[in-house]
């Protein structure tokens, strides 16, 4: 007689993300959900000053805010790209897990406590989480973390984490696809001039030892190497907020700099983001590529985004089975 052949294990994967409006009624609550989280503003008196400093914040940038998300259709993106690219990593474990994976997003729905609900309908063996910011800072997996710490039952099976991913090869060959891509839109590509730009981060973060600044670097470096370029390259930071000394240059100030120096041909590379949204749709593709032209750079073009390219999947599902193969999270500060 043959055995039985074991069931395997059921896993859940959870991706975290940062979620956006999903139409113009929603852009207010979303900011305010933004502005409460207490590792993006620290303010003294926080327990009491939090909430109405959040939504005084929100409905004052609401209106600018919704008119930038009407320029690129009303809503962010972000939920339905997120959620294809749970159903590619879904479909590629498959092969070897029974896996299902859920979208958990920061500040809009499905929120942290909504895909946790779905995790205890699903009831798994293992849950991976495995935020979708290559590289790890306190405003962005720390803060995810933070909400699953807050959220979750004390109940939950075993849990393994993907911490970052900002050097994994198969993350550095998919951002290479799409330059290499994007590169061929142009007639002399040794002539374009290379723009990283990644998500702004108060230096303040840098200082407290986040670790984010050197990880940024360490991708830009990789991407380089792999991709054998020769081309000029400049490292630049975006979407910055409030009055705090952020990371510089910034990417306005980066374009003004390349139009008087006289470069014609530019590529911006959205470094820190895997799925596009109102940073790259607007802030890049509408905001830089307007002040390009008008300090006289003739070709502006925006790298897409990974999103669920064959190899960005592959390299999600490797990071999967890797996390599943280390012991599961103790100490959730290590």
């Known amino acids: 007689m043959t055995s039985p052949i074991a069931p395997r294990e059921k896993v859940g994967v959870v991706l975290f993300q940062l979620g956006g409006p ?12 933004l502005f409460c989280d207490p590792d993006i503003i620290e303010i003294p008196l926080g327990w009491l000053l939090r909430r109405p400093l959040a939504r005084w914040i929100s409905r004052k940038r609401a209106p600018k805010v919704a008119a930038a998300y009407r320029a690129i259709g009303g809503r962010s993106p972000i939920r ?67 909400e699953w710490r807050c959220c979750v039952s004390k109940r939950m099976p075993p849990t393994h984490l993907v911490k970052e991913f900002f050097s ?28 990283f730009s990644a998500h702004g981060l108060p230096v303040s973060f840098i200082e407290r030892g986040d670790p984010y600044q050197r990880q940024v670097e360490a991708t830009v470096k990789l991407t380089l190497e792999r991709g054998a370029w020769q081309n000029p390259h400049t490292l630049c930071y975006q979407s910055r907020v409030g009055p705090q000394k952020w990371l510089e240059p910034s990417l306005h100030e980066t374009i003004e700099r390349l139009g008087r ?31 390009a032209l008008a300090h ?27 996390a599943l193969a280390q012991p599961p999270i103790k100490d959730w500060d290590e």
């Open 261 to 291: 120096e006289g470069v014609k041909q530019v590529l911006v590379i959205p470094i820190a983001f895997v799925s596009e949204h109102i940073e790259t749709l607007h802030e890049i593709n509408i905001e830089s590529r307007e002040e």
């Open 80 to 146: 339905y790209l997120t959620e294809r690219q749970a159903r590619a990593l879904e479909q590629t474990l498959q092969t070897d897990l029974d896996a299902r994976v859920l979208v958990a997003m920061r500040y809009w729905h499905p929120l942290t406590n909504e895909a946790i609900a779905e995790l205890e309908k699903l009831a798994p063996d293992k849950i991976v989480l495995l935020p979708l910011y290559p590289q790890y800072s306190l405003a962005t997996t720390g803060s995810s973390l933070n």
């Open 22 to 33: 999903d139409g113009p009624e929603t852009v207010e609550p979303f900011l305010y959900n």
């Open 296 to 322: 006289g750079i003739e070709q502006f073009e925006m790298m897409p985004a990974v999103g669920d390219s064959a190899t960005f999947i592959a390299c999600l599902a490797d990071l999967v089975k890797t």
């Open 168 to 195: 994994h090869p198969m993350y550095i060959a998919s951002v290479v696809e799409k330059i290499a891509l994007s590169l061929s839109h142009f007639d002399r590509p040794e002539n374009v001039h290379l723009v």
